[in-house]
C-alpha cells in the first residue's frame, strides 16, 4: 500500500516549490536493499521523478545505502539522535528504559 501526498508552496521569494511526500508499507518482507530498491524505484516511476536528482532521507543502515542510489542524501534527525543516545548510553553503561507517551493521558 502506498500513500502520497503531492505538496506546493511558495516561498518569500515567491517561486513554486514542489515536493512529494510518500509512505510505502512493506508488509512481511524483508527490508533488504534489493526490497528497498524495488519499492523507491516503483515510487519514483509512480510519480515520474528523476532518480538522480531526488533528495532522499534516511538512515546510514548498509541495506538502505546500497538500495538508494540519490546523490542527495539527507540524515533523518530522528535516526541521527537515536543513534547519539544510543551510543552515550552505551559508553556510559547507562541502563536504557523506554520513555511514556506524554500524548496519551
Not at 501526498?5 to 514542489?18: G, M, V
Not at 509512480?46 to 538502505?64: I, Q
Not at 537515536?82 to 500524548?103: G, S, V, Y
Amino acid at each position: 500500500m502506498t500513500t502520497g501526498k503531492r505538496l506546493s508552496w511558495i516561498d518569500r521569494s515567491f517561486p513554486l516549490e514542489n515536493a512529494v511526500l510518500v509512505v510505502r508499507h512493506f508488509g512481511t518482507e524483508s527490508y533488504t536493499a534489493h526490497h528497498i530498491s524495488t519499492a523507491v524505484n516503483a515510487i519514483i516511476a509512480e510519480y515520474g521523478l528523476n532518480k538522480h536528482d531526488t533528495p532522499a532521507t534516511m538512515d546510514h543502515g548498509s541495506n538502505v545505502l546500497v538500495a538508494l542510489w540519490s546523490k542527495i542524501r539527507l540524515d533523518c534527525l530522528c535516526h541521527r539522535l537515536h543513534t547519539i543516545l544510543e551510543t552515550r548510553a552505551r559508553r556510559q553503561k547507562m541502563p536504557t528504559r523506554k520513555l511514556r507517551n506524554t500524548n496519551q493521558r
